[in-house]
């Protein structure tokens, strides 16, 4: 696929899914190529499912027409699957890509298993904001398309620093800088302003984090009573993986959350020596290689000691890791 224009076929009507718990970089491409259909096929419907979005993400075209119905009963034409590895990570909105006339997936995860009949998979890219621009017209890329896909691409780099940022991302970056939008505003408000409530869950989960195989991995876990105790929703927990990962001599950050009894979600990061798309693949996930997650059962210190034995391979490998000592 080399342009957005060719999937679009006879289509009358399109539906854009993303994955459960969509972040910045799943929102906002989901947004701005909605955004960038209207200017490109202004006479095609398009809708936007996604699960419940960031308050702070409000601002972005089109944010307050994106549907959370499960099953209004349309068929698509055309769904457009964005920055989601499997077919399973769609959740509830699986319902319209089984029943679509066709079914594309723009996506950079390395561990995308290619469930659509058409992917586009571009894992060097950073995010899927990024691989959508590629495919798009600059000159049908407004201000608001822009506004969308910058976001994405912030959020998926860490603000333009983890190791996934190419030349390639500060090129398109820029260039979505020119459309006008206030890049300074966007990365303030939707990465580094926190609620009191997420300040406070964050605080406490650094406070309860352990250090363990000598200081080259830490964890922390937010229990499902401490979720009710602040009141705290799944979106309210994000950059608290990315604190514990540069926590000083740590090679590996993992982060547990409680999503049902004895059920978690885990979130992965690494700084060098782990792939931790390799361990997530293993329980089931997937991700990048410095950021991967899965979902796990038991206690927290069954998927800590499960999760651990697969870390510790890696840094073994690496030469990082004796048998049960720093090499
Ligand atoms: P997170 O820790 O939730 O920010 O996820 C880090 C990366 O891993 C993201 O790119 C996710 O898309 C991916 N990821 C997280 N959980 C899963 C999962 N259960 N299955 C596949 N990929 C996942
Ligand atoms: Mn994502
Ligand atoms: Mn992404």
């Known amino acids: 696929m080399e342009n ?7 289509a009358e009507n399109a539906a854009i899914l993303g994955h459960v718990r969509p972040d910045g970089d799943c929102v906002g491409a989901c947004l701005g190529l909605k955004n960038y259909l209207a200017n490109l096929a202004p006479e095609l419907s398009v809708r936007v499912y996604l699960e419940e979005i960031p308050d702070s993400f409000g601002f972005l075209k089109g944010a307050e027409e994106i549907s959370h119905e499960t099953s209004d009963g ?3 034409d055309l769904v457009i699957a964005l920055d989601t590895s499997d077919r399973e990570r769609l959740g509830g909105f699986g319902v319209y890509f ?11 995860h390395v561990t995308n298993q290619g469930f659509a009949e058409v992917s586009h998979v571009c894992p060097d890219a950073s995010a899927t904001s990024e691989v959508l621009y590629t495919l798009m017209d600059d000159g049908l890329v407004d201000e608001a398309v822009a ?3 910058y976001m994405g691409i912030a959020h998926d780099t860490g603000v333009f620093k983890h190791s996934n940022t190419s030349g390639e991302t500060m090129r398109i970056a820029g260039r979505l800088m020119e459309k006008g939008i206030n890049f300074s505003k966007i990365i303030d408000q939707t990465f580094y302003e926190k609620t009191y409530r997420q300040n406070q869950i964050l605080g406490r989960m650094l406070t309860e984090s352990v250090l363990f195989m000598d200081g080259l991995c830490v964890f922390a876990a937010v229990r499902k009573k401490n979720m009710d105790f602040y009141q705290a929703k799944a979106k309210d927990l994000e950059g608290i993986i990315d604190q514990l990962r540069v926590t000083k001599g740590v090679e590996c950050a993992i982060f547990l959350c409680e ?8 979130s ?11 361990v997530a693949s293993f329980f089931g996930g997937g991700g990048h290689v410095r950021a991967a997650g899965c979902t796990m ?3 927290v210190y069954d998927v800590i000691n499960n999760l651990s034995k697969h870390i510790e391979e890696q840094l073994i490998e690496a030469g990082l890791w004796r048998e049960g000592r720093r090499a």
Not at 4 to 10: S, W
Not at 268 to 278: E, F
């Open 4 to 10: 957005i224009r060719e999937i679009l076929g006879q």
């Open 74 to 76: 349309t068929i698509y």
């Open 98 to 108: 089984e029943q679509a006339g066709r079914t594309v997936c723009i996506d950079h």
């Open 147 to 149: 506004e969308c896909l």
């Open 259 to 266: 999503t049902a009894p004895q059920v978690y979600k885990v």
């Open 268 to 278: 992965m990061r690494s700084n060098q020596a782990v792939d931790v798309s390799r």
């Open 297 to 299: 059962a038991g206690s």
